[in-house]
């Protein structure tokens, strides 16, 4: 077996509304079209590849270390990024990792789900600001 690329995640949430205009306002996802799974849920697509899956969910259950500590997408754009995330006072912090010549980017969605954004490393521009933000 080969794994090629991560496929999608799944994510049971509460504040279904909330987390769509999340995804499409500040990650520049697409609300798509969903097979009838028998439940209310949503499919955020980038481009054709639906890669955010929500599920609504009534009330979830509270307790214990989240499974996933964060999922991470390969991104380009990172100064229209930051400045999305600034727009839409959505807190962050970055960092750059030489090893691997990638630009870390650190949010999360309305939920809190921990998402990393990963650039290359040679969008990195001294007038782009990867200090940390606070949201406000």
């Avoid at 996802?29 to 009534?58: E, N, Q, S, T």
């Avoid at 991104?75 to 010549?101: F, Q």
Wanted: with cysteine; aromatic share 10%.
């Amino acid at each position: 077996m080969t794994i090629e690329y991560l496929e999608h995640i799944n994510i049971h949430t509460e504040k279904m509304e909330s987390l769509i205009e999340y995804y499409e306002d500040v990650l520049g996802m697409h609300h798509g079209k969903r097979p009838d799974f028998g439940r209310a849920g949503a499919w955020l697509f980038v481009g054709d590849i639906p890669v955010v899956h929500l599920v609504k969910r009534d009330k979830l259950k509270t307790g214990g270390e989240p499974r996933i500590e964060h999922y991470a997408m390969r991104c380009t754009g990172l100064a229209d990024t930051i400045n999305t995330l600034r727009k839409t006072k959505n807190a962050y912090w970055a960092n750059y990792i030489p090893e691997t010549d990638v630009v870390q980017v650190h949010t999360y969605d309305p939920d809190g789900n921990h998402i990393e954004l990963a650039f290359p490393g040679d969008e990195r521009d001294d007038d782009i600001n990867l200090d940390a933000y606070n949201g406000k």
